[in-house]
């Protein structure tokens, strides 16, 4: 009789993409890209970072945008906490080098704090716990496109010194790689939206392996310069702790700071889980812009956030979940509600239907 292979709990979702991250790192630790090899991935690697931001450009419906904006405390609460108190958070974080944490790794720390919310990631969390899904959608999506802008103007204002910020190289790279490809998908999206929404699976695809081509392009020159030589076991377990502590602060933040601003149940939830969150699928390719050959070490703070607040959100929404109270169901979509600001309950898939978080 053939036993069952052993289960990881449902409560400790291990990303198969993170693992597939993981993966990259240690191919590039092993087989790092040199001279002409490197040059051809360093070219790729620039070119999927265009293609990545116009297919953003491509993907978001300028309409619902637009309709969105009509629940505008909810949103400006998630931009608040996104790019004010996370980056402040980040600065305060400065005391504990070198201390606790070298100079090398506190940069990508403090990155980590300015790059945009996830997308896919509240939503599913925001849907688990019955949360305003439609809420948590716009919030993700305007928190994306805002972050475009934003995260390289406060990278070039808290960054100055640390490895990072504005040169006028990189002001370029940003216009070229993130700005004009996602302006250019919004104006082709008459055009190849349909294409897109066809081929949503495939092109997810291309998503992910675009990501992962930076980070081996990254990693690898972090190898060829001997950059990880910098940073010991403890100093890792360290930043552990440290971003542990930034996550436990974001997350009472935004739960008890929705409640003292009035909002109901179903929006608190969503604003807690968009507002704590940061997006890996927008920060890899900003770093690899604004870093460089330096982006390796960058990123490693946002990647180890990034399945930690996996593991912590999964275990809060479902307890979130247990305890709300059963809700009727309603003809009328999340959308309307959520665009409307209305404190009507909001039907969402429970958990066993609710989308699985990925990397956005």
């Given at each position: 009789m053939r036993r069952a292979l052993p289960?990881?709990?449902?409560?400790?979702?291990?990303?198969?993409y993170i693992l597939a991250l993981v993966g990259t790192v240690a191919l590039a630790a092993l087989l790092p890209a040199r001279g002409p090899a490197a040059t051809v991935a360093d070219g790729a690697s620039t070119g999927a970072v265009a293609l990545l931001f116009f297919l953003y450009g491509a993907r978001l419906s300028t309409r619902e945008a637009l309709d969105g904006l009509r629940h505008w405390r909810l949103h400006l609460t998630v931009l608040a906490c996104t790019f004010v108190l996370f980056p402040v958070l980040g600065l305060a974080a400065r005391g504990l080098v070198p201390y606790v944490l070298p100079p090398t790794l506190y940069t990508g720390l403090l990155f980590l704090c300015l790059v945009p919310s996830t997308v896919q990631s509240s939503i599913a969390f925001t849907s688990i716990a019955r949360g305003n899904v439609a809420a948590a959608i716009c919030a993700g999506s305007f928190s994306s496109i805002v972050g475009i802008v934003v995260t390289?103007?406060?990278?070039?204002?808290?960054?100055?010194?640390?490895?990072?910020?504005?040169?006028?190289g990189s002001l370029v790279s940003i216009v070229c790689q993130l700005l004009l490809p996602f302006v250019a998908g919004q104006l082709l999206r008459r055009w190849v939206g349909g294409f897109i929404a066809r081929h949503r699976k495939a092109l997810g695809h291309v998503d992910r392996g675009s990501i992962l081509l930076v980070v081996y392009t990254a990693f690898s020159a972090g190898m060829v310069q001997g950059i990880w030589h910098q940073v010991s076991p403890l100093r890792l377990l360290c930043l552990l702790g440290v971003e542990a502590v930034l996550?436990?602060?974001?997350?009472t933040a935004t739960s008890y700071g929705a409640k003292k601003l009035g909002f109901p149940r179903a929006d608190r939830i969503a604003i807690t889980f968009a507002g704590s969150k940061k997006s890996l699928a927008a920060g890899l390719p900003m770093a690899s812009v604004l870093f460089g050959a330096q982006a390796g070490l960058a990123v490693l703070p946002l990647m180890l956030f990034h399945q930690m607040q996996l593991m912590v959100c999964a275990v809060l929404a479902k307890r979130c979940a247990a305890r709300a109270e059963p809700e009727p169901r309603r003809e009328s979509s999340p959308a309307a509600t959520a665009v409307g600001g209305s404190t009507a309950p909001v039907p969402v898939p429970g958990p066993a239907t609710a989308p699985a978080p990925s990397a956005r």
């Open positions: 289960k990881l709990p449902s409560w400790l979702p291990v990303d198969g390289p103007l406060l990278a070039g204002l808290v960054l100055h010194g640390d490895g990072g910020g504005f040169s006028a996550l436990a602060v974001m997350l």
